[in-house]
Antibody, heavy 118, light 108 residues
Framework: EIQLVESGGGLVQPGGSLRLSCAGSGFTFTSFRMSWVRQAPGKGLEWVAN????????FYVDSVKGRFTISRDNAKNSLYLQMSGLRAEDTAVYFC???????????WGQGTLVTVSS | DIQMTQSPSTLSASVGDRVTITCRASQSFTNRLAWYQQKPGKAPKLLIY???TLESGVPSRFSGSGSGTEFTLTISSLQPDDFATYFCQHYSSHPTWTFGQGTKVEIK
């Protein structure tokens, strides 16, 4: 069974930092691009970042460029999102998602809530 | 960047109804269009990819169609489990992939 399990969310003050993790299992982690998608409370889905299978290329939505860094450790089957300079508008549930072969996001984690507030 | 606009934002329907949701793109692209279903407090679930290909395990009452700038998701006979929010997403132009704003299907 394919599983993606996020962790690391919580309450952080504006300007603070947080590192999210996503542990993958039940599939060959090194064979798939991975992504972070977020959803602000009561709002729609927003793609945040993608990373290639080997971590060689990374892509970000404009609103997080220079503040967030996506990375992966294929030896640990893990995906990460390092977030710094956090703002109130970054408050959201952050989902880890697997990018399927020519099919969008075919598997998702349960999400982890990040709240940016003083 | 390609912008995706879904309509309607909310749809009220009854069990057994045929339901259609539309997603329009700001510019034409290939058929790299996906549809997701999301229930409250849960992660989205992939329903359809490449505009019309049903993901494994998804009931056949769901179907997708369209090309260019207009795409549709159809539920042929709405079931109680289908009351949820649906999102379209284009994934044709790496690296920026945008979602539609969502369509909430409510009980009439």
């Amino acid at each position: 069974e394919i599983q993606l399990v996020e962790s690391g969310g919580g309450l952080v003050q504006p300007g603070g930092s947080l590192r999210l993790s996503c542990a993958g299992s039940g599939f060959t982690f090194t064979s798939f691009r991975m992504s972070w998608v977020r959803q602000a409370p009561g709002k729609g889905l927003e793609w945040v970042a993608n990373i290639e299978e080997d971590g060689s290329e990374k892509f970000y939505v404009d609103s997080v460029k220079g503040r967030f860094t996506i990375s992966r450790d294929n030896a640990k089957n893990s995906l990460y999102l390092q977030m710094s300079g956090l703002r109130a508008e970054d408050t959201a549930v952050y989902f880890c998602a697997r990018i399927g072969y020519d099919k969008g996001f075919d598997n998702w984690g349960q999400g982890t809530l990040v709240t940016v507030s003083s | 960047d390609i912008q995706m606009t879904q309509s309607p934002s909310t749809l009220s329907a009854s069990v057994g109804d045929r339901v259609t949701i539309t997603c329009r793109a700001s510019q034409s692209f290939t058929n790299r269009l996906a549809w997701y279903q999301q229930k409250p407090g849960k992660a989205p679930k992939l329903l359809i990819y490449k505009a019309s290909t049903l993901e494994s395990g998804v009931p056949s009452r769901f179907s997708g169609s369209g090309s260019g700038t207009e795409f549709t998701l159809t539920i042929s006979s709405l079931q109680p489990d289908d009351f949820a929010t649906y999102f379209c997403q284009h994934y044709s132009s790496h690296p920026t992939w945008t979602f539609g704003q969502g369509t909430k299907v409510e009980i009439k």
